[in-house]
């Protein structure tokens, strides 16, 4: 895998939703997100915030995605 970029929180957000996540709850500063078949995640939207390559690895991992999967879905319409 090549460099991970480093992400807005909407841009996150959108790709869960492609991948059939969808937002649950927001609280404060986080959006809290699940699928039907149970994973879920917490996207922090802290203001001027970016997700950064590590915590983007961690989001991945706990929706049990390889990361260049993940990222497959940045371009994808």
């Known amino acids: 895998m090549g460099k991970i970029p480093v992400l807005k929180p ?15 709850r927001r609280k404060g500063s986080h959006k809290q997100i699940r699928r039907a ?16 390559p590590i915590l983007l690895r961690k ?3 706990d929706i049990q995605m390889d990361i260049s999967d993940l990222l ?3 371009t994808k319409a």
Request: negative net charge; glycine residues 10%; proline residues 3%.
């Open 10 to 24: 909407h841009e996150v957000v959108m790709i869960l939703e492609r991948l059939g996540f969808y937002v649950v």
């Open 37 to 52: 078949d149970g994973r879920g995640m917490t996207v922090p939207f802290h203001q001027g915030c970016d997700i950064s």
């Open 59 to 61: 989001i991945a991992k």
């Open 72 to 74: 497959s879905y940045i």
